[in-house]
Each structure stands twice: as C-alpha cells, then as structure tokens.
C-alpha cells in the first residue's frame, strides 16, 4: 500500500515536472529521489551517476553526445536567397505558438491603434469625397478612374500617405493608411489597387528604408504630389513566386566620360500602374565583370530606379485581368542605360535588393491586403444583410430562412475577425515589428477568407447579384477576387512554403540556430540549442497529454467569464502544434518542407490560432462590448473547427502504424479542439446583420455609405429601415388575416382592408405603403436596351442582324 502512495506521489510529481517544464538540474533530482525511494541497488546508482555526469557537463555532453549527434544530423544547403527570406522581418506573436507555452500576456499587451480626430476628418471628407466622385459602376464602365479623381488624388496626396510630412506626404501610420484603404476598398477594387501600389511595395517605401538622402529628396515630394507616378517591375515570364530567379540582367560599364552606368534588358509582367507610370522601381541581377563597384562579378539581385522617358523603354500596353479596369502592364526595357546612382541606396545597396525586397513584402503582406479585404466584407456584410431583410419569398424575408441564416453567419462572423487580424497585424507594424509569417498568413487568409464571402453574398444576392449594373453591388468584387489571390506569390504557395515551411525554420525556438550550427560546425551553439530543443520536446509532450486529458481546464490563461475558456483551448492546441511540429521534424527533417500537403495543414492550423488571438485582442481592446458577443462566440468556435480540421488531417496522414492512427484519430475526434458554431449562434449573428443598431454598425464601421437613396446601397438602406419600422404594422394586418378579420390577397389589397376596418391606421397604412415601395424598388435589378448595353464597350453579337438574316421574329 505504501509502495503504491508513492509510486502515485511520484508519478503525479513527473506530471506537474513535465507540464510546466524544469531545468535539467530539477529532473536530476528528481530521479535522485525516484531511486532513493524505490530503494535501487548501487549498480542503477552508478549508472545513473554516469548519465547524470554526461547530461549535465556541457564539456563532457559535446564530446560523448552532441558532437556524434551532429555528424549523424544532414540538413539541406540553404542558399542565400531562402537565407534572406527567413531573416526577413522579426518573429512576433507567431513565435509563442511554435514554443507550445504561448505567452498570452505578452500578446494582449500588443498595441491596439485607433482612429485619431485627425484620421477620421481625413476619412469624413478626403476619402468621403473621393467615394462620392465616381461610383463603382462608372469606373467598370470607362475602364478608369475620371480625370477629376485622379487629379483629387493628387491634390490630397492620396499617393504620398506614407511619405512623411517633411517630404510632403501624410505621414500616416500604417493604422491610418489601412483604415483609409479599407474605406475605399468599399467602394471600388479600382481605388484599392491604384492608391495601393502607390503607398505599399514600390519606390517610395524602398526609398524610406533604404534610399540615399539624395534620392529622398528628390523624388519623395514628388512621389507625394502625384508628379512622379510609380510602379515596381519584380514578376516575369519564368520568374512568379520564385522571384529569385529573375533573368532581368545589369550590367556595370563606364561611359566615354568615365562615368559608372548600367546597360539593362528586361522583360517583366503583372505590374501595377506600369502602363502609366513615369517612375519605374526595377529588381534584376546586377553583373560587373570589371568589378568596377569592387563588389566582384556577380553582384546579386538589386533595385534601381527607372524615368519612363529614358531611351529602350516599352511601356504603354496593358493586361486585362478579368476585366477590372486597374493599370496592370508589361514593362520591357531594351539596352536601357543609367547611371549606378539610380540604384536604391548608391552603389552601397548594390546587391542587397533580395533583402530589401523581403523585408518590404514582410511588411506589406500584412498591411494593403487586409485592409482591402476587410473593406470588401464589411460591404458584403451590409449588403447581404439588408437584402436578406427586404427580399421577400412565400410571404416572408428570406432571412427568416435558415438555409440564408447559414451564409449570413459566416459573413458576419468572418467579417468580425478579419477587422480584428487587421487592427492586430497593423498596429504591430507601427509598434516597428516586420514580421513575416503573420503577415504571409494574412496575405493568404484575408484574400481567401474574403472570396469566400463574397460567393456567400452572390448566392444569397441570387439572381440580383449575377446581373451586371449601377444596381448590382457585388459583382465586380466577385470577378475581381481572384486577383489578391495571385498577387505577391500564388496563395498555394503562400500556404504550403510560407506559412510553415519558412515559418516554422523562422519561429521555431530552437531550429534555426541548430541549423546554422550544424552549417558552420559550431558544437558548442550546437549544444545549446539541441538540449534546450530536446527540453521543449518533452515539456511540450507532458503538456499535450495533459491539456488533452482535462481539454484545456488545466492551463492557467488571462481572460474573463466569456473569453477565459477560449484561453484554455489555445494553450491546448499551441502545445498540440508544437508536440507535431517537433514530431514531423524528426520524421522528415529537412525533407519536411517537399510535405507540402502536411506543410499546409500545419499553416492552416497556425493560421487560424493567430486569427483567434487577434479576434480575443480586439474583444478586450474594445471594452469587452456585449454586443460583439454573438460574433466572438461564433468566431472562436469556427477557428477551433478549422484547427481541429487541419489536425484531423494531419493524423490521417501521419507516417505511422494504421493501428496507432487509428487510435489517435478516435481519441481527437472523442475529445476535439472544437466543433463548428452551433446553429443557434449562427442564427442570432445572421439576425444582427439584418437589423439596425449597435451590432450592424460597429461590424460594419468604417465603410463608404451613400446617403442619396438613388445609390444602390443608399435605397437598400433605406428600404431596410422602413421595412423594420412597417414589421409591426404588418404583423397587425397578418394577425387580422388569419383571424378571419380581413380577406387573404396582395399587399396592397390587404393594407387597403385593413385600413377600411380600421385595423391599423392610415400614418400605419402610409407607413406601409412606403416600406412595399421601397422593398419593391431595392430588388429590382437593371436592365439595358440593345443600344445601352453595346455603348458599354462591351463587344457582344448583333442579335438584331443575326434574327433578321435567319427571318426569325
């Protein structure tokens, strides 16, 4: 009985041991009293002094463990170009998720950016003024953005928001530019991608981080008045993703002054405003076979600012991507010549344009995406919300029906949480991190996420949302979507490289180093990185087992009454992660990277353990508001889905015995992270989208809203709220009907009846009346004569002709 006490004591110390994690010192200890309590013999005494010995002087552990260790271990060559762009940018929250023990303090006390008196005056007038210039129809339908825009552009120096005030531009903050961004993505796609390029990847932000002062003088102000419109050629033919294998070729020569100059050719696509730009921002692989910079032959990738006048330009076709009339062009240079000053930076940057580069897209990924996306949700949000309340079928507005309530939900939902990864991401940037993988994971899961709405939108808009015109709210965003999906490396790659693939050699707590000391032989770095490695695998271990067993109840996590248990799961899943991070290490080791299938699942997961801290963050910064429940809820439960998904699908496919799978994949599916919302969660979030008040309006905060009724979102706003105040008049006439009181027929025949047997009364009969004609009117959809729809541009078969030939009426 006695051996048994302890043999219990023991094995619950070695629990608590494990789940919090000790220092090796502890764990000798600990085993010292294991074996005093069992009464071992000196021979296991001995045995263990020895390994003792071994484990806990580092000179003796290098040379008996580490060191053979090391010559056993085959990581694969990392070249410098996948060096750049795993030390691009710093690790931020991502990091906690890798180490299993996330620090949740840490990441709530990220800051949390608002709107200043001063941005919201440049949002209430600037950017309202912009919106109110042209509506998105009109820009589809002339193929550009009206002269007076672009000039009103200009003037408010909507292209210079990031260039500080000293150089003539805004100087806004990363916050302030993504709020104004999402405001005009409401509007228009078109505003998005030409103010977009302007203040993100380009020559101005190059400049401000890595240009001469020079260089910044000269062109900033420009750049911040419109003077100088710019565009950066980086994509070519056979080189997408795989931007380090530009063939765009310099080569350094000296002119018959004597001067350094540099003879370009090069042959881009895919590029933004490159059709009219006057500046062009050029990445390509610099040669010297003179070695006239002293920097040897090969240089390496560099970026160099191109006037579009200078001679061997071509410039001035266009792409058509899927008809959304942004400038998006080829750029070819043929014998372009100019000097070594032109490279961003002077001749000292020559070279470093692949860092630069990575560091600047770190940065970017995480800033202009989400704010455009978020932009686009919260109009499908409020559009599909609206038109669920006014559209009417068997008698009753088909947001009664649960089959719409689905879609709603997720587009209220969703639309909650990517505001929220947005504030999150961006104030991160401002506070002076870079950091990559959040920002791959918001590159990837913002466009995604938001195609998906946008389908959620056009299915509920049905018929209204396919026919094209001034009406149709939503079509140019669903043709248009595919595009961030491709822009800044294709998301499938975003997805299985980035996300996990140089995440996880970036985050990872210990890796990297391991790596880089396996690379350049150094046992003592080595040594300390694997041990402290091995140390993680264990506690990371005790802790999965242990959090899956009381799911989550044992993790000590900050929070409160509503917000405590979602906590819990995360330190849950996070210790999952990395206890199958550190698996599939061992298992594939460098190969794990060519598992993109696992990689990706893995980059969901991560994904989505980011996306639910920032939707906890934004719940806190906000003062906890009771009526953003109904969207927290939501949201959390469908994260922990999606992990419990990717998790899923990782076990499925683990290299292991089908019998330890199958084990595994019961007790997850027994015991999961988390299950999709129920129906009665998303029901009420589907309802707050329908109906005016707090809810509505903070969701859907910081959207271009018309306020003339002879706008498409004006008379659906309109509608919706006359048809809200006329619900319980009608409710009234739908009672007396059934009572027999009034006879069952039209509207317009019942409220008639109504009237007359004094059932409601006539302000009551008005009010109907005007909430039927604004219902009819906000679900008509438009139409064009023959003549109308060919003056679009549009080139489409003269059916008048074709009839008349075959002598068909």
């Keep these: 009985m006695l051996l048994l006490l302890q043999l219990t004591i023991l094995s619950l110390v070695l629990l608590t041991l494990g789940f919090i994690g000790v220092s090796l010192w502890i764990w000798l200890i600990y085993g010292a009293i294991v074996l005093f309590t069992l009464q071992s013999p000196i021979w296991l005494w001995s045995l263990y002094a020895a390994i003792g010995l071994v484990l806990a002087i580092p000179q003796i552990r290098r040379q008996v463990l580490t060191k053979p260790i090391m010559k056993v271990i085959r990581v694969p060559k990392i070249s410098e170009t996948e060096r750049a762009a795993i030390n691009a940018g710093t690790v931020w929250v991502e990091g906690e998720f890798f180490s299993g023990v996330p620090d949740f303090e840490r990441m709530n006390q990220a800051a949390y950016p608002e709107v200043t008196p001063e941005l919201q005056t440049f949002l209430d007038e600037q950017v309202e003024q912009v919106c109110r210039m042209a509506t998105d129809w009109e820009i589809q339908r002339h193929k550009d953005l009206p002269i007076e825009v672009w000039q009103y552009l200009k003037q408010e120096r909507f292209f210079g928001m990031m260039i500080p005030v000293e150089y003539g531009g805004l100087g806004f903050s990363n916050f302030a530019y993504s709020t104004v961004m999402a405001k005009l993505a409401s509007r228009s796609f078109i505003h998005t991608a030409t103010v977009g390029v302007t203040n993100s990847l380009g020559p101005a932000k190059l400049l401000l981080n890595y240009g001469t002062s020079e260089q910044k003088e000269y062109y900033l102000p420009r750049l911040a008045s419109g003077e100088e419109i710019p565009c950066f050629a980086l994509t070519e033919p056979t080189a997408g993703s795989d931007a380090a294998s530009i063939t765009a070729k310099g080569i350094v020569f000296r002119d018959d002054d004597g001067k350094l100059m540099v003879r370009l050719n090069f042959r881009k696509r895919y590029i933004t405003l490159g059709a009219i730009a006057t500046l062009i921002g050029l990445a390509f692989k610099l040669y010297d076979p003179d070695n006239l910079l002293g920097k040897g032959e090969d240089v390496g990738i560099t970026c160099i600012l191109i006037p579009a006048n200078t001679e061997g330009m071509i410039l001035g076709k266009r792409h058509d991507p899927m008809g959304v009339p942004f400038y998006n062009s080829p750029v070819e240079g043929q014998d372009v010549v100019v000097s070594v000053d032109q490279i961003i930076g002077g001749v000292e940057q020559a070279g470093q344009g692949w860092k630069m580069l990575m560091q600047a897209l770190a940065a970017g990924r995480g800033i202009s995406f989400p704010a455009s996306c978020t932009g686009v949700a919260k109009l499908v949000a409020r559009v599909t919300g609206a038109y669920a309340k006014v559209r009417q079928q068997f008698g009753s507005s088909i947001g009664r029906f649960e089959g719409i309530e689905e879609p709603l939900a997720r587009i209220g939902g969703l639309t909650y949480v990517l505001d929220a990864a947005r504030i999150y991401t961006v104030g991160a940037v401002d506070a002076g991190e870079k950091p990559a993988v959040v920002s791959a994971i918001a590159k990837y899961q913002f466009t995604e996420t938001t195609r998906k709405l946008v389908n959620d939108g056009m299915d509920?808009?049905?018929?209204?949302?396919?026919?094209?015109?001034?009406?149709?709210?939503?079509?140019?965003?669903?043709?248009?979507?595919?595009?961030?999906?491709?822009?800044?490396?294709?998301?499938?790659?975003?997805?299985?490289?980035?996300?996990?693939?140089?995440?996880?050699?970036?985050?990872?707590?210990?890796?990297?180093?391991?790596?880089?000391?396996?690379?350049?032989?150094?046992?003592?770095?080595?040594?300390?990185?694997?041990?402290?490695?091995?140390?993680?695998?264990?506690?990371?271990?005790?802790?999965?087992?242990?959090?899956?067993?009381?799911?989550?109840?044992?993790?000590?996590?900050?929070?409160?009454?509503?917000?405590?248990?979602?906590?819990?799961?995360?330190?849950?899943?996070?210790?999952?992660?990395?206890?199958?991070?550190?698996f599939l290490l061992i298992r594939f080791g460098g190969a794990l990277k060519r598992q993109e299938k696992l990689t990706g699942r893995l980059a969901d997961w991560l994904s989505w353990m980011y996306l639910s801290i920032a939707t906890l963050r934004r719940f806190g910064a906000e003062g906890y508001k009771a009526e953003d429940l109904i969207f927290v809820q939501w949201a959390m439960n469908y994260s922990f889905a999606q992990m419990q998904q990717a998790l899923e699908g990782i076990l499925v496919n683990l290299p292991i015995p089908s019998i330890a799978k199958s084990i595994l994949l019961s007790l997850v599916r027994i015991n999961p992270l988390g299950t999709l919302p129920t129906d009665t969660q998303g029901s009420r979030v589907a309802q707050a989208l329908q109906t005016t008040g707090e809810e509505r309006e903070h969701l859907t905060s910081g959207i271009y809203l018309p306020k003339h009724p002879d706008e498409a979102l004006g008379r659906l706003e309109q509608a919706l709220k006359l048809c809200e105040q006329a619900e319980a008049v009608m409710s009234k006439v739908k009672q007396a009907i059934r009572a027999g009181q009034l006879p069952q027929g039209k509207v317009e025949t019942s409220i008639e009846a109504a009237l007359k047997t004094e059932v409601i009364t006539k302000a009551e009969a008005d009010l109907l009346r005007a909430a039927e004609s604004a219902r009819f009117d906000a679900i008509q959809v438009d139409a064009f004569t023959l003549q109308e729809y060919q003056g679009n541009g549009l080139q489409v078969p003269q059916f008048s002709t074709i009839l008349a030939q075959k002598n068909v009426t």
């Design 460 to 582: 509920i808009l049905g018929g209204s949302g396919i026919c094209r015109g001034p009406r149709n709210l939503l079509a140019n965003f669903y043709t248009a979507m595919p595009i961030p999906i491709t822009v800044e490396g294709s998301n499938i790659l975003t997805r299985t490289l980035m996300i996990f693939g140089q995440g996880v050699m970036r985050c990872h707590p210990y890796l990297y180093a391991e790596v880089m000391a396996i690379e350049t032989g150094d046992a003592i770095a080595f040594d300390q990185a694997l041990w402290k490695h091995i140390g993680s695998i264990f506690r990371n271990t005790f802790r999965t087992l242990l959090l899956s067993l009381s799911r989550g109840y044992l993790a000590s996590v900050p929070g409160n009454k509503s917000t405590k248990r979602y906590y819990q799961k995360l330190a849950w899943s996070s210790a999952m992660f990395a206890f199958l991070t550190d």
